[in-house]
T-cell receptor, first 114, second 117 residues
Framework: EAGVAQSPRYKIIEKRQSVAFWCNPI?????LYWYQQILGQGPKLLIQ????????DSQLPKDRFSAERLKGVDSTLKIQPAKLEDSAVYLC????????????FGPGTRLTVL | AQKVTQAQTEISVVEKEDVTLDCVYE???????LFWYKQPPSGELVFLIR??????QNEISGRYSWNFQKSTSSFNFTITASQVVDSAVYFC??????????????FGTGTRLLVSP
């Protein structure tokens, strides 16, 4: 069974530029999550989708971050414009809606903002 | 509010030593799940174990064992006879079991384990 796919793996941009990350969850997983992991910290949830609907985006900086999951499968996370403090690893995870609460993580995208 | 505390920032051991990683959590819910994830240098989070709040049985899987104590809100992880390949950052996490089945993971800050030969 294929795992969670993410691309790109690495991205370097300058501040004020835009960037987008892509995630394809495990087949059949209805729930998709985007986490931000700053160096030395644990991952922090940015947004959670159930199929193509948003369940929780309370920690998403909506003035610059946006995410969509239009067909309920793959998802895109965008940052526009990027700031220095956005440098982090962006992790995508997916899980079955229920009953198992395990989340399976992709390899992440390491973003460096210069 | 949910919170997970991993007080040990970094632990260094020599191969074959036993090591315990501590995890203390806070939640107001009576139904919740606890997890341990491993993050090797490659960066991908690897699921190790899940425990629900109603199951306080300790679990052993090979060299790994977990001790869940609701009375002290702790979910500690022990590696027996550590190996160099165990070197990684280990995260403890907590999630609520919502009625709709949706879950949100709250992670601790992680413990970096260094196992030297």
């Amino acid at each position: 069974e294929a795992g969670v796919a993410q691309s790109p793996r690495y991205k370097i941009i300058e501040k004020r530029q835009s960037v987008a990350f892509w995630c394809n969850p495990i087949s059949g997983h209805a729930t998709l999550y985007w986490y931000q992991q700053i160096l030395g910290q644990g991952p922090k949830l940015l947004i959670q989708f159930q199929n193509n609907g948003v369940v929780d985006d309370s920690q998403l900086p909506k003035d610059r971050f946006s995410a969509e999951r239009l067909k309920g499968v793959d998802s895109t996370l965008k940052i526009q414009p990027a700031k220095l403090e956005d440098s982090a690893v962006y992790l995508c995870a997916s899980s079955l809606a229920e009953p198992s609460p395990e989340q399976f993580f992709g390899p992440g995208t390491r973003l460096t903002v210069l | 509010a949910q919170k997970v505390t991993q007080a040990q920032t970094e632990i260094s051991v020599v191969e074959k030593e036993d090591v315990t990683l501590d995890c203390v959590y806070e939640t107001r819910d009576t139904t919740y799940y606890l997890f341990w994830y491993k993050q090797p240098p490659s960066g991908e989070l690897v699921f190790l174990i899940r425990r629900n709040s109603f199951d306080e049985q300790n679990e052993i899987s090979g060299r790994y064992s977990w001790n869940f104590q609701k009375s002290t809100s702790s979910f500690n992880f022990t590696i027996t006879a550590s190996q160099v390949v165990d070197s990684a950052v280990y995260f403890c996490a907590l999630s609520e079991a919502r009625g709709t089945g949706f879950q949100k993971l709250v992670f601790g800050t992680g413990t970096r384990l260094l196992v030297s030969p």
